[in-house]
């Protein structure tokens, strides 16, 4: 096991690891990139638990790899401060327990809420605000990920095999060539600058990390028979493992993986909705994709889909680690990711269209009420959160009023 750099204060322990992160699970609104500033508020300046330089390189590994980048930089600053493997996985846990657990209980009262026409409104609203943040989503990407005619093109690509296929295979393959295309056309630009990343992971057991990540993904993509659970699973796991850019863009690959097979678009709008509302990564929406799953759905399929999801990710992280300084400086992976992450705002604008505004937006009023749901947050800046509560209570006035 290699040393951990003495860079901010001594090796915590445990439990003050998940005592941490608990809080931020419980207080974290705002998607990734609002965590990761939270995470540096809370990490670098108050609690002095990593520097600057340490933190900068976690964020950038975090941002090179599939995963949800936030719940990876969280394991990757519990790994730092609990001393290896058991204070990265307390970082995880008490980041992901609270909304996990919000939205498994909220799927167990949506059956009774939508059985009212009341309730049909606010899950009607629930939907229209899948449609705001979605589209604040690509908006924001395509500024970042796609400034250029190269990159531009290589998402317009993306959007065709999204389009052609109709599957999580279009999907992939569109991710593909995005990396392919960008190592012929994104070569411009250097490294981003960094220190000397120092993580308290062998590089015995980093190699075994990456092994067993590459093995369940092979097992994810093998049809797997008449086991509709374990399919299902598959499904989840292979969504989290080739998911670049993290965030919403799990959104198509999810959706090509599990709906209509186990889950009905209703649902799985529903539960985007509002995994808006709740703190804390929004990959949790996989528990509540495996309460709702059908017909065996439930607590326990919850509980294995959320570490489906996030375990590809979090084995990246643990794998690459002891590898990150070298890797860092090769500029033919960094344009591979432009390229890759090019793909994936094609992806998510496919998405945009096909499930989240087709199953949302029946006419102009639910036109209405998406474009203002788009305008709150990107141009005034409301939390997601609020545009969510507000759009549910515009469903639900709708229905009352008749409109």
């Not at 307390?90 to 009212?116: E, H, I, Q, R």
């Not at 509980?303 to 084995?315: K, N």
């Not at 998405?351 to 709150?376: H, K, M, N, Q």
Request: aromatic share 10%.
């Amino acid at each position: 096991m290699a040393e951990i750099e003495a860079t901010g204060s001594s090796e915590g322990t445990v439990g003050e690891v998940f005592r941490a992160f608990l809080r931020m699970g419980l207080t974290c609104f705002g998607g990734p990139i609002a965590h990761i500033g939270y995470f540096r508020d809370e990490f670098v300046l108050r609690r002095g638990w990593l520097d600057e330089t340490a933190f900068g390189d976690l964020v950038a590994l975090c941002q090179f790899l599939p995963g949800p980048a936030s719940s990876q930089l969280g394991f990757a600053i519990g790994l730092r401060r609990g001393g290896g493997l058991a204070g990265g996985l307390a970082a995880w846990l008490g980041f992901t327990l609270p909304s996990a657990v919000a939205l498994v209980a909220l799927a167990k009262l949506v059956p009774a809420v939508a059985a009212s026409s009341l309730g049909a409104g606010i899950i009607h609203g629930l939907k229209l605000a899948a449609v705001a943040v979605v589209a604040q989503a690509v908006f924001g990407m395509a500024r970042s990920l796609t400034p250029d005619a190269p990159r531009a093109a290589i998402a317009l690509l993306a959007v065709a095999f999204v389009a052609i296929t109709g599957s999580v295979g279009g999907q992939i393959a569109g991710i593909a060539a995005g990396a392919l295309l960008g190592l012929w056309l994104c070569r411009t630009g250097t490294s981003p600058p960094g220190g000397h990343l120092v993580a308290p992971v062998d590089s015995r057991a980093a190699a075994v990390a990456l092994v067993f990540f590459a093995v369940l993904l092979a097992l994810a993509l093998i049809p797997v028979g008449d086991n509709p659970a374990l399919a299902f699973i598959a499904a989840i796991y292979r969504s989290g493992a080739l998911v670049f850019g993290g965030g919403h863009v799990v959104l198509p690959l999810l959706k090509a993986g599990v709906v209509p097979q186990w889950v009905t678009n209703a649902d799985f709008l529903t539960g985007y909705g509002l995994a808006q509302a709740v703190p804390g990564p929004l990959f949790t929406f996989a528990a509540w994709l495996g309460f709702m799953a059908r017909p065996f759905g439930g607590v326990l399929i919850a509980a294995v889909a959320l570490v489906a999801i996030f375990l590809p990710g979090l084995l990246l992280v643990y794998g690459v680690l002891p590898f990150w300084n070298r890797l860092r400086g090769l500029i033919a992976a960094e344009a591979a990711l432009r390229g890759a992450n090019a793909a994936v705002v094609g992806i998510l604008a496919s998405a945009l269209y096909d499930p989240v505004w087709t199953g949302a937006v029946a006419d102009v009023r639910d036109f209405a009420l998406a474009l203002a749901g788009v305008l709150a947050l990107i141009v005034w800046r409301l939390p997601p959160w609020l545009v969510v509560l507000l759009l549910a209570v515009a469903g639900a006035a709708r229905t009352m009023l008749g409109l």
